[in-house]
């Protein structure tokens, strides 16, 4: 199974394959904000990809429009629920409570 580590607490859980790093979040109780119920209509769960991206989906027209409105925006950046795990990755939660 594909491991998730979420920073900056360093907390890492197993996901399953092609679920979100949104899903991962909420079913290990990590504080990933998702203010649109994950339709990829915020920006809320914004977070950057700090090693593992070629573990991610490759990110489409509508994730990468909506992330271009995101605060902090870099090339790192991936909204977690777009991005499906297939792989080990690390990311960076930006908006913290
Ligand atoms: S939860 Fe709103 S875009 Fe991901």
Redesign the pocket.
Known sequence: MPKVTFLPMNQCFEAREGESI?DVAINNDVPLM????????????HVKVKSGLPGLSVIEDEEQE?LERADGMTSESR????ARVHGDVTVEIVNQD
């Open positions: 949104l998702h203010a649109c119920g994950g339709f990829c209509a915020c920006t809320t769960c909506r909204l977690g629920c777009q």
